[in-house]
């Protein structure tokens, strides 16, 4: 594991840049960025480009698909394809006498998809339809399985009625929409044509998807905000699994932008000339789940909790991180305005760690330092993304504090592509990853017991009421005030189940060319691309 001295603090919120310098110069031999071609370089190959099935971050399609919203570089949600977002105040919502709710989404006039046909709330109305059929198996049905029925009185008019109050409604399709007149009637699980080529009104089309290297997107002609944009003719996402890779390509010119720069890279590249890496609290938090359906320990809260006291994860950010990120106790982070710190903190504590496993039964009889109980090891695998070096090191350096309380950890590391389908499938003992969450603070999907895939991400299969009832009581709430509230209750019941061990803050480090502008970073699962419309690299 490589050891870093300790570097400053990044515990700022908002965005700013570090090691910016001008020129292109300085030894990148790559061809430079251009309004000709933009050359990404990315983690993985994605899965599906159907936004509403993949498990991966959906950057590509981010190009191609718009949402009748999306998140700024601050979190708000701005309209897109609509014309305003919808609230109480501008008569868009209403709040029904019998508990449910009316959301009504004027749309923008004159969007056409890319192959001319125009987009209409039809487009809305029947991607509600094809989520909550059983017919299709989407990435989640969250927010959609609460929507009864969808009007559509004109072409730019839908009317979406939930059976109940639903705080997060702004984002409901922030993903976008399915164009009814290509998926009408088809498999959509098996619509190979859409899926990895889709349907858009964005700036960007798929040119070329190159199995196991490149996805290329090429400009789309008479885009809706005006002929003059996109800028750039040509956006490349380029595959490279291996982080050293990924950076050493930036720093040569191979690759001009990486989002997500490992923290263990910032050194190599905050002073290569030409590149500019802006530094962003994310609202992402890195985390181990553990996975109460698989291993039978996990499923005591005593366990769970010595597991998370075991681990000195102010050890992991000041060496392996290099100080980069911060050490956070649950999911919903600091940029949140439901965020409270007044939850349990589980500090590093190996004796009370040894303390609550003695009582729940698991001791080391035989001496050969692993606890056994009822014959069986205290054991399980940790799966991770292979090619990751900083999570390689960080699962080393668990495995090696869980080990000195008695616990037997194997690392297992798996492709990024493929470690998408065995989450989804529960298919794992422990899993260290990110969840980049969006910009509305529901957790529901995360941790409600009726939220297992596939109707959302509880891949840690925890179950309990009364963080259930107070989940469900804060998407219920319109109101933010009293919804922090419920929010900030269900963040401390949260915290003393312990379903998942908090580490650290993903905070943002985006590798961008000093050339292009435009670029705006965002904290959210929303992605860097959100504005790629607007980017343009100037000499």
């Known amino acids: ?44 190959e994605p899965d599906t480009l159907n936004r509403f099935s993949t498990h991966i971050l959906e950057d590509v399609q981010t190009c191609v698909i718009e949402g009748l919203v999306t998140n700024d570089e601050h979190m ?43 987009f209409t709330s039809a487009d809305v109305k029947f991607t509600v339809d094809a989520i909550n059929s ?24 839908a009317i979406v009625h939930y059976r109940e109050h639903y705080a997060p409604y702004q984002l409901q399709f922030v993903r976008g929409t ?14 190979t044509e859409y899926n990895r080529s889709p349907l858009g009104t964005g700036p960007y089309r798929v040119a070329e998807w190159k199995t196991g290297e490149y996805i290329l997107l090429e400009r789309v002609p008479n885009y809706w905000r005006g002929s003059e944009f996109p800028k750039i003719k040509r956006i490349q996402f380029k595959f490279i699994p291996n982080t050293t890779t990924r950076v050493n390509q930036l720093a040569s010119g191979e690759a001009h ?122 054991a399980f695998t940790l799966l991770t993304q292979a090619g990751f070096a900083i999570r390689e090191s960080v699962s080393q350096a668990v495995q090696r504090q869980l080990r000195d309380v008695g616990v037997d950890v194997k690392i297992q590391l798996v492709d ?9 499938e529960g298919k794992f003992d422990a899993m260290l990853h990110w969840w980049h969450m969006p910009a509305d603070p529901e957790i529901t999907l995360f941790f409600a017991s009726d939220r297992t895939p596939p109707a959302g991400r509880n891949i840690n299969y925890v179950s309990d009421k009364a963080l259930d009832d107070l989940m469900y009581a804060s998407d219920r709430e319109i109101d933010q005030v009293k919804r922090r509230v419920l929010l900030v209750k269900a963040q401390q019941r949260l915290a003393e189940l312990a379903p998942e061990i908090p580490l650290y803050n993903v905070t943002r480090l985006d590798g961008v060319p000093t050339s292009l502008k435009g670029f705006k970073g965002n904290p959210t699962n929303t992605g860097v691309f959100w504005n790629v419309w607007e980017w343009e690299v100037t000499p």
């Open 1 to 44: 594991m490589r050891m870093l001295n300790v570097a400053r603090r990044a515990a700022l919120l908002g965005a700013f840049v570090l090691g910016s310098c001008s020129g292109e110069g300085g030894g990148r031999r790559g061809t430079g960025p251009s309004n000709d071609l933009l050359v990404v370089g990315y983690d993985r």
């Open 76 to 118: 708000n949600v701005i309209p897109v394809l609509a014309t305003e977002v919808p609230t109480i105040a501008n008569g868009g919502v209403t709040l029904r006498p019998d508990g449910g709710m009316d959301v009504t989404w004027k749309l923008r006039p004159g969007v056409k998809w890319h192959d001319g046909v125009p």
């Open 134 to 157: 059983p017919d299709y198996n989407p990435e989640s049905t969250d927010g959609f399985d609460r929507i009864t029925s969808v009007d559509t009185p004109d072409s730019l008019t």
């Open 178 to 191: 399915l164009p009814r007149h290509v998926l009408e009637g088809k498999d959509i699980d098996r619509a």
């Open 257 to 378: 932008v990486v989002a997500l720069v490992p923290w263990d890279k910032y050194r190599d590249l905050k002073d290569v000339p030409g590149l500019t890496v802006h530094r962003m609290i994310g609202n992402s938090y890195e985390h181990i789940t553990l996975n109460q359906r698989q291993v039978e320990a996990f499923r005591d809260v005593r366990v769970r909790q010595a597991l998370t006291h075991a681990i000195d994860r102010e050890l992991i950010v000041r060496t392996i991180l290099d100080s980069l990120a911060p050490v956070v106790h649950g999911a919903i982070q600091p940029v949140s305005w439901a965020f409270t710190d007044s939850v349990r903190h589980y500090p590093f504590d190996t004796a009370r760690a040894k303390t609550l496993l003695d009582e729940t039964g698991w001791k080391d009889a035989n001496g050969d330092g692993i606890r056994e109980r009822n014959g069986k090891p205290l």
């Open 416 to 424: 990024g592509t493929a470690i998408s389908s065995l989450w989804f």
